[in-house]
């Protein structure tokens, strides 16, 4: 019944940034936590960040600690990731998930809805 899209995906220099969003429909009144999570060819979906319903925990994979920044409104039931100092590395489709409940944080085991992905190339 959730449904997430995400926006924002394009083409920056390194060094450059972007901002992602993430609209989700179908909530209704569901706590709700929220992630982005990337992936590049060959590689499993990786952890980026999430945020609780709450917008009290956030967890940032170590890699982007200190560049990107995660946030949400839960009254528009938008999240956006906020790029900053964008990496090579940063190359992948990012993609918006939600699970009810609680954060699990590192992992894509147990988020159950998915957005189908923004693509965010990082030319040098």
């Known amino acids: 019944q959730v449904q997430l899209v995400e926006s924002g995906g394009g083409l920056v220099q390194a060094g450059g940034s972007l901002r992602l969003s993430c609209s989700a429909s179908?909530?209704?009144?569901?706590?709700?936590?929220m992630a982005w999570f990337r992936q590049t060819p060959g590689k499993e979906r990786e952890f980026v960040a999430a945020?609780?319903?709450?917008?009290?925990?956030?967890y940032y994979e170590d890699s982007v600690k200190g560049r990107f920044t995660i946030s949400r409104t839960r009254a528009q039931n938008t999240m956006a990731l906020q790029m900053n100092s964008l990496k090579l590395a940063d190359t992948a489709v990012y993609y918006c998930a939600a699970k009810e409940g609680a954060i699990i944080a590192g992992t894509d085991i147990g988020w159950n809805v998915w957005g189908q992905g923004t693509h965010v190339t990082v030319s040098q």
């Open positions: 179908g909530v209704g009144f569901r706590q709700y936590a």
């Open positions: 945020i609780s319903w709450s917008t009290e925990s956030i």
